[in-house]
């Protein structure tokens, strides 16, 4: 009912503002004339799906003998389709079922907790000198009252990362080699004792409360295999454009992506920051390096196992995240190439899964929205009258930015700073990732590949 609901509003909402957008109709090869501006209907398109374009004369130039106006046409519908809409719908769905959902939460924020006999904390880390003791300190300091354990398992690393993990009260792994963190988390389970076991990572540090409240998750749903947390971004130190962006990014990305998937129990990607698990899942389903993405494979064997995964939103982890464009892109060659990676390796479970789908189809239209950008000056060049077209074209981009610009603020009103940098985030990021996707898509579809040097290690990935 709920996603009925949402999407007839989503539509409406859609293609409401796209009447406003194209309120002036597209120039055709037929059409009528009002006053100094050049007015032509075009049948085959929904009328509220028309541009309007007075062009000085040159009504409608062609390409190939293909009409500009009509591909201009199709992209704009492709742009609200695939674009728009899904943002709309999805925010939609949220506003709609988040009353409820905050009322599932609070009662699972008070119910009684079942303590395992023990509980172990795996923490990978590589070259984590300066993070990693404020995690090992997070984890000590949990207000968690069963027992449990910690291993931080030293991937090989070149700084003082063991050195400074064994001044705590921890178990201390040190591998000598970096084995790549699939292979350190495998280590680190051979020796964990616990029913159940939570992962992390090196430079992120988990909320006081974030360990009790997955266990009590796992004792409110006795069928739950996987209880996964909320990742959010440390506030960094000074300001960094690339590195507010990813806030709001991530924040989008918890507050509607992954509550929307928990409401169908259709989470696609338990992170590494935080996640738990029964021991027999670890049993069965160990890491790999068959992707240079490990906890999205992982959790693609786990859904393909029929796992029940869980996502606990009140408990939550912090982490770093990338302050340069030369670090940002570094990570994200690992994460979109490596969801690339998953959909071939896990495709006869992928193409049943919407979340999946819609991850895969933002490669595509990334790519055909830098085909677009790229031909756009040359389309520009077919009118006659080129300011006009500009003026136009901008007025349906702002129109289009400042509606999803409100959809996103609603979810960063408490935020200031973030708040402040919706506008900038939807003109500049969005542009960045088209082309980072766009060259990841190409390199994948042709099977050239990826070079990648992960720790000290160099990774051919296909």
């Known amino acids: ?146 027992a449990k354990e910690i291993i931080v398992v030293n991937d090989g690393s070149k700084d003082r990362t063991a050195a400074i993990a064994s001044q705590y009260p921890i178990t201390l792994l040190d591998l000598k080699q970096n084995v790549g963190k699939a292979s350190a988390l495998n280590e680190g389970i051979k020796i964990a004792k616990g029913d159940i076991i939570l992962f992390s990572d090196g430079d992120s540090n988990m909320c006081i409360d974030a360990v009790s409240s997955m266990v009590r998750c796992f004792s409110t749903y006795p069928d739950a295999d996987i209880v996964t947390g909320q990742v959010l971004i440390n506030k960094p130190e000074k300001f960094s454009f690339i590195n507010y962006c990813q806030m709001i990014e991530y924040h989008i990305e918890q507050e509607i992506v992954r509550y929307l998937q928990s409401l169908t129990d259709e989470i696609v990607v338990c992170p590494g920051p935080i996640t738990a698990v029964k021991r027999h899942v670890c049993d069965k389903i160990p890491y790999t390096n068959n992707t240079i993405l490990e906890d999205a494979d992982f959790s693609a064997s786990a859904r393909e196992n029929k796992f029940m995964i869980k996502l606990d939103r009140n408990a939550k982890i912090y982490t770093n995240a990338p302050e340069t464009i030369k670090q940002w892109y570094k990570q994200r060659t690992r994460w979109w190439y490596g969801n690339l990676q998953v959909w071939r390796i896990h495709k006869k479970w992928a193409i049943t899964n919407p979340w999946m789908i819609y991850s895969y189809l933002s490669f595509v239209t990334s790519l055909c929205s830098l085909v677009m950008i790229l031909v756009m000056p040359y389309f520009m060049l077919q009118y006659g009258d080129i300011f006009d077209f500009m003026l136009k074209g901008l007025v349906c981009f702002s129109i289009l930015m400042l509606m999803n610009s409100a959809m996103i603020s609603i979810f960063l009103r408490h935020n200031k700073m973030l708040m402040l940098m919706v506008i900038p ?13 766009s060259y990841f898509y190409v390199l994948y579809i042709t099977g050239i590949g990826l070079n990648i040097k992960h720790g000290t290690r160099h990774i051919k990935a296909r």
């Open 1 to 146: 009912m709920h996603i009925a609901l949402s999407l007839i509003l989503a539509i409406i909402i859609t293609f409401g503002i796209g009447s406003i957008i194209t309120q002036y109709n597209v120039p055709h090869d037929h059409g009528r004339t009002d006053g100094h501006a050049t007015i032509l209907e075009d049948p085959a398109l929904p009328h509220s799906l028309q541009i309007a374009l007075d062009d000085g004369g040159n009504n409608n130039p062609h390409l190939f003998q293909v009409p500009v106006n009509r591909i201009m046409q199709v992209y704009l519908l492709l742009f609200l389709v695939f674009g728009t809409f899904p943002l709309v719908f999805f925010v939609i769905w949220k506003l709609i079922t988040s009353r409820f959902r905050r009322e599932s939460d609070k009662q699972l924020s008070k119910a009684e907790i079942k303590y395992p006999d023990l509980l172990t904390i795996i923490v990978p880390a590589y070259n984590e000198q300066k993070s990693i003791g404020r995690c090992i300190e997070s984890l000590l300091n949990q207000d968690y009252k069963g």
């Open 425 to 437: 985030y939807m003109i500049i990021y969005p542009i960045l990732k088209v082309f980072v996707l």
